[in-house]
């Protein structure tokens, strides 16, 4: 069985300065983010600007992924859309181009009930013969998956292997740990909530902020896996103060822009979130000390 666990860096979509996919910078930021211990790679999550993404593009992005990933590490496939049909097409494109792996988030911006969201997760699992990780955002896509709703599919959809939780709700976190199914690994959304997450009895984390720290992100983990916990909540702490900047604007634009500071060609964000204020680039320069 497939389990997803440790720390999962949700690639950064880079661009060129005329707005193309920036394939060679692409290829870098795999090849960094293992080295640095990543346990695993997620395409065209929030992070990577998939809801700014053609589907061309989007198969762009992950092929390139997956040939210079090579099978190193699993790689993550967020081909999650709004309707049922769609991330079934989508999906099946994904694992022809050899992802080990899909994330789907729940359908967004159509009002949807807790059944909508069993039919829709039920129905994909059915028609794909391939590792599902859950993806739980409430604040991007106005629902909330419900642990009794997890628990239910967990019951008859068998490739249904975990769920990112990025309520940013602890007490949801736990309700999946606690009260679904302990075969499926939970998965912490929140870079906030990594080491809480682990210690409670998930599994590890889906973090943004790997893209700009990825060996201290890793070390939460590994000093979190050898019992050092003492050495885990130093390291926790120590990404305090670059969550708390993502707070001043767009996380996207801030860690993009954060990755732009520390030298890497990784290109601005999609209109309309492609600025940050004056006050968060200050604040972003003292994190990263180079102000």
């Known amino acids: 069985m497939f389990q997803p666990h440790g720390i999962i860096a949700p690639l950064v979509t880079p661009f060129t300065r005329d707005d193309c996919i920036h394939r060679e910078e692409l290829r870098k930021q795999v090849n960094r983010l293992i080295n640095a211990g990543v346990h695993g790679l997620f395409v065209l999550g929030t992070t990577g600007e998939f809801y700014a993404l053609s589907e061309k593009e989007k198969l762009d992005v992950l ?7 090579n099978g190193r590490v699993p790689v993550y496939a967020g081909s999650g859309c709004i309707s ?5 097409a989508l999906s099946k494109k994904a694992k022809e181009l050899g992802a080990d792996a899909l994330t789907l988030i729940s359908p967004y911006y159509v009002a949807v009930s807790q059944e909508d969201i069993f039919i829709h997760f039920n129905e994909i699992a059915e028609s794909i013969d391939a590792p599902i990780l859950l993806y739980n955002i409430p604040a991007r896509t106005g629902n909330n998956i419900e642990y009794t709703t997890v ?3 967990c019951s008859c959809c068998r490739n249904i292997v975990g769920i990112k939780d990025s309520s940013g709700n602890f007490d949801n976190t736990l309700r999946y740990i606690e009260d679904t199914d302990e075969r499926i690994a939970v998965l912490s959304g929140n870079d906030s909530l990594i080491l809480w997450t682990l210690l409670a009895g998930g599994k590890g984390a889906v973090a943004g902020t790997s893209n700009v ?22 390291l926790q702490k120590q990404l305090r103060p670059l969550r708390d900047v993502m707070k001043l604007g767009n996380s996207n634009t ?17 209109k309309p979130v492609d600025r940050i204020s004056p006050s968060a680039e200050k604040e972003l320069r003292k994190v990263l000390q180079r102000e």
Request: aromatic share 6%.
């Open 84 to 88: 049922t049909s769609e991330t079934i």
């Open 151 to 153: 628990k239910k599919l």
């Open 254 to 270: 801030i860690i993009k822009h954060a990755m732009l500071l520390l030298g890497h060609d990784v290109g601005g964000v999609r």
């Open 213 to 234: 720290f990825p060996e201290l992100v890793v070390n939460i983990y590994n000093a979190w896996e050898k019992g050092d916990i003492e050495k885990a909540k130093m």
């Open 63 to 69: 092929q390139t992924v997956i040939d210079e990933t």
